[in-house]
Every structure is written in structure tokens, then in C-alpha cells.
């Protein structure tokens, strides 16, 4: 009950043309409570055809093999980073040229508009909070320096946040180039993660993904 108060009032907020689609971790645990949020959903809401996708990460070798201090102490595997991974491969769920995110502490106040996202000359509109120069690095940093990304913007400070569609394939491709020096695939896009886990990787989505597009948007166009 309390997950469909929250979405009927989330709904009255966001455009209702729009589909919402509920995805969740691939075994039945989980699944079985998101079908009965979304069969709740469909009778409780104005929404066109609430649909709830199963999301799961690959199931070939991706386990951590030890515990040692190298080992991310909040990430033992892949497994462990369903909450963050499908923000990464969002364009893989929507069809949407602008991808946005809420986080499940976001609060929304008033309509949600394209105004509100993008300005008039179509660049999407990231808020972001960097802090003073510090001797130890924030995490935010600490994460993009796994990836070859030189920020230490924290993103996660405005919702949503907002993604052009093709950017996160771009943010795919230049992880796996970095950490495995080899051309871009999906099963390559799988193995970077799992590789950057084992060295003690700790993802900051909103983070590594602006923090990709706002250095790509200092370089010289060739």
C-alpha cells in the first residue's frame, strides 16, 4: 500500500503519457512483490500499462574471489551492484532520446517539464556540487579515477538527472577502451565492470557519468 500511495503521488507529477516501467532484479523474490505493485498500479492509476522488466547482470564468471582489502568491502561481486549497474545501461530499457532519474530520496514538488531539464538550445541542465580541495580525495573523485575520469563533482545533488541517449553508450565505450584497452561489446562493457570491481571499484553513477560528459565537453572538437 505504501509503494502505490508513493507512485500515485509521484505519478500526479510526472507526465502521465508517459509509460512507467518498473524494472527489477531478475529472480523471484523480487519479482513476485513488483508484479503485485504494478497489477495495484494498473487499477489505482491513470498511467497507460504499468510493466515491470526484469534486470540482471550477466551470469558468466564475475565473482570475487577473496575478501582482501584490495576487495571493495561494500561490492564482494557484480551481483552487488544491481541498485546502481542499470543506470548504466538505461538506453538498453527506453526508447527515450532524454533519459531521466530519480533516486528513491527524490522529491518531486511540481510538474516536471522539458524546461525544467534542457534549455532552449537543447543542453541538458546538471547540477552539481563540488566541494574545496581536500588532502583525501571524496569518493566521487576516488570512483572516477578508476574510470579515467577527472572529477570530483557530486551529481547526485538535483533530480532528476538527466542523460542524452547516446551518451551512455559513449560512457560504455570509454570505460571498456580504459580499463581493457579493447573494442567496445556488451560482453566487453560486462568484463570492464567486473575487472574494476576486483581492484576495489565503487560505483557513483551520477557521478562517473557526468563527470564523463562534463570532461568530454572541455575537448577540442576535431
Not at 509509460?19 to 492509476?45: G, S
Request: hydrophobic share 40%; with cysteine.
Amino acid at each position: 500500500m505504501f509503494a502505490r500511495d508513493f507512485y500515485n503521488t509521484f505519478l500526479a507529477f510526472w507526465p502521465p503519457e508517459h509509460q512507467l516501467i518498473i524494472l527489477h532484479e531478475n529472480d523471484q523474490r523480487t519479482a513476485r512483490p513488483v508484479h503485485k505493485l504494478v497489477q495495484c498500479l494498473q487499477r489505482a492509476t491513470c498511467v497507460q500499462g504499468p510493466v515491470a522488466r526484469p534486470f540482471d547482470l550477466p551470469l558468466y564468471e564475475h565473482k570475487v574471489a577473496d575478501t582482501s582489502q584490495q576487495v571493495n568491502a561494500n561490492f564482494t561481486s557484480i551481483d552487488d551492484v544491481q541498485m546502481q549497474a542499470w543506470k548504466y545501461v538505461l538506453d538498453w530499457h527506453s526508447e527515450a532520446e532524454l533519459l531521466g532519474v530519480l533516486d528513491d530520496d527524490a522529491c518531486l514538488l511540481d510538474h516536471v517539464l522539458r524546461g525544467d531539464l534542457v534549455t532552449c538550445s537543447d543542453r541538458i541542465i546538471v547540477r552539481g556540487v563540488r566541494f574545496e580541495r581536500r588532502p583525501v580525495k571524496t569518493k566521487h573523485e576516488v570512483s572516477n579515477g578508476f574510470l579515467g575520469i577527472s572529477s570530483d563533482v557530486n551529481f547526485m545533488a538535483d533530480f532528476p538527472v538527466v542523460f542524452w541517449r547516446g551518451h551512455l553508450e559513449a560512457f560504455r565505450r570509454h570505460v571498456v577502451r580504459h580499463v581493457l584497452r579493447e573494442d567496445y561489446s556488451v560482453a566487453n562493457w560486462w568484463r570492464a565492470v567486473s575487472q574494476l570491481l576486483r581492484k576495489g571499484w565503487r560505483p557513483s553513477e551520477y557521478s562517473n557519468l557526468m563527470g564523463f560528459a562534463m570532461q568530454r565537453s572541455r575537448r577540442p572538437v576535431v
